[in-house]
């Protein structure tokens, strides 16, 4: 149980950033991203030299473990970061918060794929599709993919890795019962789609996968069932109770962090631009009415209550983890719990934007660009809100353990 060296044994300098470092990179990562938000929107994914402000200031290593030289800071200033960037541009945080999340995932493989992984390039980053493809064929030494493709791959285009999902037999039960596993596959094996044109998020690429014929070892192959329950092979290597934390209480809060950021920017724009208007008909300053005056208190506690809930969801799972206690309540809790900050950052934005007048309908219009990317974000299958609350309804209801939806 010691989390010093990988498997490879080399030894790596180790990132030595504090949580309130991080957040004050964050800080000066968000003024940069400030002004370029629209050209990242209009890229449609990640432009290179983003991608490299990103590598350059550390921040994707904070969610790494400390023996494969990241910072193994806590979950609580991981969505720190990512709400603070989300403050100027949506489609970056929600690019990071992937990266972010992915190197807690990575942790959770064998530690002989974290080597592949991070062996060669402890900078190595990677993104996941739960979506689409075939099954997967048990072969000896692993499985193999023989053709499809798989969608919804945010940061695909930098990605040195990706994680595809597919129904595979278990290791030795060739007819036995079919589960889904996480299968790890290195850049090379797969086939970037261009199909990422949407109205909100616009800048995430999250485009489509082709694979064929393509070979995954058995030490790249995870089990979904595992990393729920928190049993993965990885975790098993760590001190850290962080990277034995179950997936659905953790994995959702870095995509749900910056549904909070998008809601502060939207925020932030709406006041500075609210400061400078008069009322079309009655002249009068926009900012003395009250209907505008409650919005925004309104809003702002909103946006205050997910921020809350969102960091106990974060300490709750870690606490969980460390001694096993309320492990299921906790799950199907966050499943709510994550579902609401989004709603609640939705329901900011949405009213602030209602409260802006015709011109926030511009395209040049910050507010606008922050409601269709915080609207993008509640259309992720794990937000949904309605599936995800009543789960705790039920669990509360003594229906079932509201952890199967």
Same mark, same amino acid.
Not at 195 to 204: M, V, Y
Not at 359 to 387: C, G, K, P, T
């Given at each position: 149980?010691?989390?010093?060296?990988?498997?490879?044994?080399?030894?790596?300098?180790?990132?030595?950033?504090?949580?309130?470092?991080?957040?004050?990179?964050?800080?000066?990562?968000?003024?940069?991203?400030?002004?370029?938000?629209?050209?990242?929107?209009?890229?449609?994914?990640?432009?290179?030299?983003?991608?490299?402000?990103?590598?350059?200031?550390?921040?994707?290593?904070?969610?790494?473990?400390?023996?494969?030289?990241?910072? &193994?800071?806590?979950? +609580?200033?991981?969505?720190?970061?990512?709400?603070? =960037?989300?403050?100027?541009?949506?489609?970056?945080?929600?690019?990071?918060?992937?990266?972010?999340?992915?190197?807690?995932?990575? +942790?959770?493989?064998?530690?002989?794929? &974290?080597?592949?992984?991070?062996?060669?390039?402890?900078?190595?980053?990677?993104?996941?599709?739960?979506?689409?493809?075939?099954?997967?064929?048990?072969?000896?030494?692993?499985?193999?993919?023989?053709?499809?493709?798989?969608?919804?791959?945010?940061?695909?285009?930098?990605?040195?890795?990706?994680?595809?999902?597919? +129904?595979?037999?278990?290791?030795?039960?060739?007819?036995?019962?079919?589960?889904?596993?996480?299968?790890?596959?290195?850049?090379? &094996?797969?086939?970037?789609?261009?199909?990422?044109?949407?109205?909100?998020?616009?800048?995430?690429?999250?485009?489509?996968?082709?694979?064929?014929?393509?070979?995954?070892?058995?030490?790249?192959?995870?089990?979904?069932?595992?990393?729920?329950?928190?049993?993965?092979?990885?975790?098993?290597?760590?001190?850290?109770?962080?990277?034995?934390?179950?997936?659905?209480?953790?994995?959702?809060?870095?995509?749900?962090?910056?549904? =909070?950021?998008?809601?502060?920017?939207?925020?932030?724009?709406?006041?500075?631009?609210?400061?400078?208007?008069?009322?079309?008909?009655?002249?009068?300053?926009?900012?003395?009415?009250?209907?505008?005056?409650?919005?925004?208190?309104?809003?702002?506690?909103?946006?205050?209550?997910?921020?809350?809930?969102?960091?106990?969801?974060?300490?709750?799972?870690?606490?969980?983890?460390?001694?096993?206690?309320?492990?299921?309540?906790?799950?199907?809790?966050?499943?709510?719990?994550?579902?609401?900050?989004?709603?609640?950052?939705?329901?900011?934005?949405?009213?602030?934007?209602?409260?802006?007048?015709?011109?926030?309908?511009?395209?040049?219009?910050?507010?606008?660009?922050?409601?269709?990317?915080?609207?993008?974000?509640?259309?992720?299958?794990?937000?949904?809100?309605?599936?995800?609350?009543?789960?705790?309804?039920?669990?509360?209801?003594?229906?079932?353990?509201?952890? +199967?939806?």
């Amino acid at each position: 149980m010691i989390d010093q060296k990988g498997p490879s044994m080399k030894t790596f300098t180790t990132l030595d950033v504090t949580d309130e470092e991080a957040l004050y990179r964050a800080r000066l990562l968000r003024e940069k991203l400030s002004s370029r938000a629209f050209d990242i929107a209009d890229h449609r994914r990640l432009p290179d030299e983003v991608f490299a402000m990103f590598l350059e200031s550390g921040l994707m290593r904070i969610s790494q473990p400390r023996s494969w030289g990241g910072a &193994q800071l806590p979950l +609580t200033t991981h969505i720190e970061v990512i709400s603070e =960037i989300a403050r100027a541009c949506g489609s970056s945080a929600w690019t990071m918060g992937v990266f972010l999340s992915h190197n807690w995932n990575l +942790t959770l493989f064998d530690p002989l794929a &974290q080597d592949d992984v991070w062996g060669p390039n402890p900078e190595a980053v990677a993104c996941t599709s739960a979506v689409g493809g075939p099954p997967a064929q048990r072969v000896p030494g692993g499985a193999i993919i023989r053709a499809g493709r798989w969608t919804f791959l945010s940061g695909v285009h930098h990605a040195d890795w990706i994680i595809v999902n597919s +129904t595979l037999e278990r290791e030795g039960v060739p007819d036995g019962p079919r589960e889904l596993f996480s299968l790890l596959i290195p850049k090379g &094996q797969f086939r970037i789609i261009d199909d990422w044109k949407a109205i909100g998020l616009s800048g995430t690429g999250t485009c489509s996968v082709e694979l064929e014929d393509v070979f995954v070892p058995e030490h790249r192959i995870l089990s979904f069932a595992a990393q729920q329950n928190g049993s993965t092979p990885g975790g098993r290597h760590r001190v850290d109770p962080v990277y034995s934390a179950p997936l659905d209480a953790t994995w959702p809060a870095y995509l749900a962090a910056p549904a =909070i950021g998008i809601a502060r920017g939207a925020v932030d724009a709406w006041i500075e631009r609210t400061g400078s208007r008069n009322h079309a008909y009655t002249g009068m300053p926009a900012s003395a009415e009250f209907q505008r005056q409650f919005k925004l208190g309104e809003a702002e506690a909103q946006i205050d209550a997910a921020d809350e809930i969102l960091h106990r969801a974060t300490t709750a799972v870690v606490e969980a983890a460390k001694t096993q206690v309320d492990v299921p309540e906790i799950r199907s809790r966050n499943r709510r719990d994550f579902a609401f900050v989004v709603r609640l950052c939705v329901n900011a934005v949405e009213s602030v934007f209602l409260a802006s007048g015709a011109s926030s309908l511009a395209e040049s219009n910050v507010i606008q660009r922050h409601w269709r990317d915080v609207h993008a974000i509640a259309q992720h299958a794990m937000f949904e809100y309605e599936r995800s609350v009543s789960a705790w309804g039920r669990r509360r209801l003594g229906v079932d353990d509201g952890l +199967t939806f």
